[in-house]
């Protein structure tokens, strides 16, 4: 209780301090807006559906480039998993490519695909590929070589493999790469609303505060760290009952 | 036969190339997207040459610097704090724990009604978003000190900021450096983010420049420039961090 008081402490002061000095004319309101403004500019958002509708498709765009990442990383990762031959080979040039800044991309994505949500979905799938693919990499390498001889004494076809043996073993290693995507993706789709792309809430945000409404942009910005604190407080909670129900000891 | 791997990966790197290489001659996919990498190479050794490369590669790495100096002072300050002492820990958790997960690139609207499109307002950006791993990793590093080095200061009667300088910050320091190295990726990335946004001088705002007039083979030069500059970064923290922590080298 007396945590939770003194954690409480820091923030109340600050919007108090914040809310009295805009009151006295101390703060400048172009600026800093004020709380009670803000909490307004928010509900009206909110009820005339245009911060839902941002909500939303930056949220879409996250997603579609999430589950892109994650077929496309998880495939490739399989596969360079098994194989050390082709991950000798092609290794070195998917490091070559890492390094790249996803949003040094967006330029690049916009000419291909113009603005919208494909350009941004690409850049996030960009992003998010390489958490889940090094980590699928390292699970398949380090499932137990004994399952996989398993498979192959069984006869089973590539597919019935993936899905029966490789999947379950290595996923419990794989959904931490997918747990840091996940967290990228919605980092990655507001930078490039707030860089280029006209929807969603980044671009909301530029536009709130180039049409001088401090309280509107505050609103949104408070709203989306509510929403990466929520989506962290989620992820957290379902990753760990995720690794408890794995148990240790299915890989190493 | 030790050399064969290496010579495989840099077939198939090469092997890439010249498929673009004949793809992009043949006109099979568009010149305007995909230049072919000759002209994307003498474009890059063009700006080399001329030294028009230096420029913004000097402002991007120097923005890249001051923000990532920044918030590794105040990553290791704040990080000392909660590490440190449990009463610091209950008043900031909180408020940190909600200002993590937002995307970095979401404060740049309200950075730039307190800044204007001004350096200032790239650097404290790039501070604010590239705190976060040195942050934890000091939290880490200053909470799990070993217990018997507290028992020896204890015995020793260090006096808190002995304490501190000669047991608690080298034994934090492997963290510290972890943390600091991932901050600077995430520094290089806000700078391209903040340039793009600030229309300030650097490889970033060259790279959507290039974009808005359809010179791609400027375009994909600023990219490969970027990749280089993230390997090096990464590879010259690594080298400093081997350095820094040999002492460390016999306990393992």
């Not at chain 2, 092997?15 to 006109?27: E, I, K, N, Y």
Request: hydrophobic fraction near 60%; charge should be positive.
């Amino acid at each position: 209780m007396k945590r939770i008081l003194r954690g409480a402490v820091l923030p109340v002061l600050v919007f108090a301090l914040w809310e009295a000095g805009s009151r006295a004319g101390l703060l400048p309101m172009d600026t800093f807006s004020r709380p009670s403004d803000i909490v307004l500019a928010f509900a009206a958002g909110v009820s005339d559906g245009s911060i839902p509708l941002a909500t939303w498709l930056t949220a879409q765009a996250a997603l579609v480039g999430f589950a892109i990442a994650a077929v496309a990383g998880i495939l490739v990762g399989v596969i360079l998993g098994l194989s050390p031959f082709l991950e000798r080979t092609v290794g070195p040039s998917i490091e070559a490519l890492r390094p790249v800044p996803a949003i040094a991309l967006t330029p690049l994505t916009l000419l291909l695909f113009g603005f919208g949500l494909r350009m941004e979905a690409a850049v996030v799938a960009f992003a998010c590929v390489w958490p889940v693919l090094i980590v699928t990499v390292a699970a398949v390498r380090g499932i137990e070589p004994r399952l996989l001889e398993v498979a192959q004494a069984l006869e089973l076809a590539f597919p019935a493999r993936l899905r029966k043996i490789i999947l379950p073993a290595a996923l419990g290693r794989i959904v931490v790469g997918l747990r840091v995507a996940v967290s990228i993706s919605l980092i990655v789709a507001v930078t490039v609303e707030i860089v280029m792309n006209p929807r969603g809430l980044g671009y909301g945000m530029i536009i709130a505060q180039q049409s001088l409404q401090p309280a509107l942009m505050y609103a949104q910005l408070l709203w989306l760290g509510l929403l990466g604190w929520g989506l962290n407080a989620l992820l957290t909670r379902a990753f760990g009952q995720w690794h408890g129900a794995f148990g240790p000891g299915v890989s190493p | 036969m030790k050399r064969l791997p290496w010579l495989g990966a840099a077939l198939f790197a090469a092997g890439l190339l010249v498929l673009w290489q004949v793809l992009a001659d043949r006109q099979f996919i568009s010149q305007v997207f995909f230049p072919s990498p000759s002209r994307t190479l003498s474009e890059l050794y063009r700006q080399l040459a001329s030294g028009q490369l230096w420029k913004p590669l000097e402002a991007t790495a120097f923005r890249m610097f001051y923000g990532w100096a920044l918030a590794s002072l105040a990553g290791v300050v704040l990080g000392a704090a909660i590490g440190f002492s449990r009463t610091a820990r209950d008043y900031l958790e909180p408020t940190l724990e909600f200002m993590r997960p937002l995307p970095a690139s979401a404060v740049i609207p309200a950075a730039i009604l307190f800044f204007g499109l001004s350096n200032s307002m790239t650097v404290a950006v790039i501070a604010f978003g590239a705190v976060w791993p040195v942050l934890l990793a000091s939290v880490h590093g200053f909470a799990s000190v070993e217990r018997q080095l507290m028992e020896v200061a204890a015995a020793l009667r260090l006096s808190r900021a002995q304490l501190f300088l000669k047991i608690a910050a080298p034994s934090a320091l492997p963290d510290i450096l972890a943390g600091a190295r991932v901050s600077l990726a995430i520094a290089l990335i806000l700078a391209v983010v903040t340039e793009m946004q600030a229309s300030q001088t650097g490889l970033g705002q060259n790279i959507l420049l290039a974009q808005r007039s359809f010179r791609s083979p400027e375009l994909y030069a600023g990219v490969v420039t970027l990749g280089i500059m993230g390997f090096a970064i990464n590879q010259a923290i690594v080298v400093l961090e081997r350095r820094l922590l040999r002492w460390r080298g016999s306990h393992e």
